[in-house]
């Protein structure tokens, strides 16, 4: 019964990311969530665990198991499940992308500007990666991950930074919970299909830091506001399909 405790761990977050059970709320009992999923008690128990090593719930004595405010406990690793559950509100899905993109973006001007020297020795190989990028069908949405991640992984390896991986290594995990983000973020390549060879050129042409930190932001912020709109449109368009009755 794992498959189906993941499943109710999974309908239970998306309720508690969408505000349905209030903070500080008690969920249901074991036995209530039960004949709510028509699973056998250990099903449920299962469920809870995951929710409480995500930290959305806490068990109390005397209270049951009790909802926390996702604000205050939650982390990066939680933001797949909170777009999705805010996917059927484009506005509100939408501002979690620009958060988040704007967090990347902050990330990478930053440690583009403190390893500025290891990216320059790696120019030639980052510049042969960005020809494949740039070779790629711009309807290619695979391919054209493909050769995003190529590049992003051949960077974390070359500035060896952990935690800015960490920063990055949310973004695929999005695509796999949310395939309407993947698309909108690799509508890019129909806007802009230089974006590495800005991004590269600007690390090599500028010395000055703050110069440096400021155009890579924009090099991204371009990328990033078409992603955002993007993102937005195609929750809308789903929802109105959604809502259409059926022809």
């Keep these: 019964m794992k498959n189906m ?14 505000g349905e059970y209030v903070v500080g709320a008690r969920l249901p009992t074991v036995r209530e969530l039960a004949i709510q999923f028509k699973v056998n008690p250990s099903t449920v128990h299962r469920a809870l665990k995951g929710l409480e090593a995500t930290r959305l719930i806490s068990p109390r004595r005397g209270s049951g198991v009790v909802v926390n405010d996702p604000n205050l406990v939650s982390d990066l690793s939680l933001m797949p499940a909170w777009i999705e ?6 506005s509100k899905a939408a501002k979690l992308l620009e958060e988040l993109l704007q967090v990347r973006r902050l990330v990478a ?26 070779a790629v069908p711009k309807n290619d949405i695979r391919s054209l991950r493909k050769a995003d991640i190529a590049i ?15 920063v990055m290594n949310v973004m695929p995990q999005i695509y796999k919970r949310v395939p309407e983000v993947e698309e909108a973020c690799y509508y890019w390549a129909q806007k802009n299909n230089t974006f590495f060879f800005d991004l590269f050129d600007a690390i090599e042409s500028i010395s000055d830091e703050d110069l440096l930190r400021k155009r890579i932001e924009e090099v991204f912020l371009e990328v990033d506001t078409v992603s955002v709109k993007r993102f937005k449109w195609l929750l809308a368009r789903r929802q109105k399909l959604k809502d259409s009755p059926a022809s």
């Design 152 to 166: 992003m992984q051949f960077l974390r390896e070359t500035i060896g930074h952990t935690v800015g991986q960490l």
């Design 5 to 18: 405790a993941e499943s109710i761990e999974r309908r239970l977050t998306t309720a508690i990311l969408r």
């Design 109 to 134: 001007a930053d440690l583009s500007v403190r390893c500025r020297g290891k990216i320059i020795k790696q120019a030639s190989q980052l510049n042969a990666l960005a020809e494949v990028a740039h």
């Design 85 to 90: 559950a805010l996917s059927d509100q484009p």
